[in-house]
């Protein structure tokens, strides 16, 4: 089974607010939501990963990311770890580079329904996060 390591960005804003992005309609979970991201390389850290995605991805040059959680989840035919980490610092305005729909989405009105089984976890920690 294929196991794949990914850096994942929680881009959160002074507003609290977080950066959503779409999965495409070709994609495995596709039209899901997820937090933007993707495969950590051979040669690289899951920071240094979670900094080229976010570039790549969002056109965002990250300052500040701390290590939020880490995330293993098996699905049917792969297997993934996701390394999530919380960016409150950045250079540029995120944007969808890859022309994939984005939006901000208050922290309190996340929907884990809305995300990747293996994200849910995640959306549940954000959420409870909010009500402490």
């Known amino acids: 089974m294929k196991h794949l390591q990914v850096a994942v960005g929680i881009i959160r804003n002074a507003s609290k607010e977080i950066f959503l992005a779409q999965r495409s309609a070709s994609s495995h979970m596709a039209n899901?939501?997820?937090?933007?991201?993707?495969?950590?390389?051979?040669?690289?850290?899951?920071a240094?990963?979670?900094?080229?995605?976010?570039?790549?991805e969002t056109g965002i040059e990250v300052t500040a990311a701390e290590p939020f959680e880490i995330?293993?989840?098996?699905?049917?035919?792969?297997?993934?770890?996701?390394?999530?980490?919380i960016v409150e610092g950045w250079n540029g305005e995120p944007y969808g580079r890859e022309g994939q729909p984005?939006?901000?989405?208050?922290?309190?009105?996340l929907v884990a329904a809305e995300f990747?089984?293996?994200?849910?976890?995640?959306?549940?920690?954000?959420?409870?996060?909010?009500n402490r």
């Open 71 to 85: 995330a293993d989840h098996t699905y049917d035919d792969l297997r993934v770890t996701l390394h999530f980490f």
């Open 102 to 109: 984005m939006r901000w989405v208050p922290q309190a009105q």
């Open 32 to 46: 899901m939501w997820e937090f933007p991201g993707g495969k950590i390389e051979a040669d690289e850290s899951a």
């Open 48 to 56: 240094e990963a979670l900094k080229r995605e976010l570039l790549e």
């Open 116 to 130: 990747p089984p293996a994200n849910i976890p995640i959306v549940s920690r954000l959420l409870a996060e909010i």
